[in-house]
């Protein structure tokens, strides 16, 4: 019996008290949500990050531009060496943010959908502008799990410049396959089934930044990873169709009362 879920007996008033974690799994939790929980973010430092600002409150000791950045376990990556993910779930999002110097660290709106771009246009900085002087920030959502000693669930973002390396990525994905023994055919593999290797490469121009390099290392070999990689990207599909029956419902009482 492994440490972690050996009983251990003590005394107490008489009594015999064990430890016995598995046998109270999830106990605690049972009014605890999706909604209640952070999903982390992997972040990818920057120059002019909070984390690497050693006068910031958010300053994270050992943090430099090119790192990887777990939000919510605050664990470092080396960008150069890199780290393995396994990605699950992908999803464009257009988030609407008021102006830069106006910002507060969180979007107005989280996605005004693809349908706002045609109301967009683009100024002298290729920014895609709304009317009332906010900007819609077109945005790839990469839901991964971070593989290691622990496997960490996380999300990270592309935007800008960094649209190029999601769609490259995504192409990536696309094209691996998986024989199916009983037809002899081909199958589109599920982007659960592939590790990852994330790089962060320095690119410079009228100014320096810190971008990723993605390329694809080898298969899951490991049942647990796959099944928790599934199990995840179930949850992310079920609360999209979710989403997606609640605005279809808002929509539908939207034309009952017009």
């Known amino acids: 019996m492994s440490e972690e879920t050996r009983d251990i007996a003590t005394k107490q008033g008489g009594a015999v008290a064990t430890l016995d974690f598995v046998s109270d799994s999830g106990m605690g939790l049972e009014n605890v949500d999706k909604g209640d929980l952070a999903l982390p973010f992997l972040k990818l430092l920057q120059s002019g990050s909070d984390e690497t600002k050693k006068r910031h409150a958010k300053y994270v000791e050992g943090a430099e531009a090119g790192m990887f950045y777990n939000t919510v376990t605050k664990k470092l990556y080396n960008g150069e060496k890199g780290i393995e993910v396994i990605p699950v779930f992908y999803k464009m999002t257009y988030p609407e943010w008021a102006p830069f110097e106006k910002r507060e660290g969180r979007p107005i709106h989280n996605d005004r959908g693809p349908g706002v771009m045609s109301k967009v246009t683009q100024n002298d900085r290729n920014k895609d502008m709304l009317d009332n002087g906010n900007e819609i920030i077109k945005t790839a959502n990469h839901f991964v799990v971070i593989n290691g000693e622990r496997p960490e669930k996380a999300l990270m973002t592309m935007k800008s410049t960094q649209l190029k390396v999601s769609r490259q990525w995504n192409s990536l994905m696309e094209n691996e396959f998986e024989n199916d023994p009983s037809t002899g055919k081909s199958l589109q593999a599920p982007t659960f089934s592939r590790i990852y290797k994330l790089n962060s490469v320095e ?15 080898r298969k899951v070999d490991n049942a647990g990873l796959y099944q928790m990689a599934r199990d995840f990207y179930n949850s992310l599909k079920g609360s999209q169709q979710k989403a997606a029956a609640a605005n279809q419902e808002e929509s539908n009482l939207s034309l009952i009362h017009i």
């Open 203 to 217: 690119n410079s121009g009228s100014f320096t930044w810190h971008g990723y390099n993605v390329s694809m290392v």
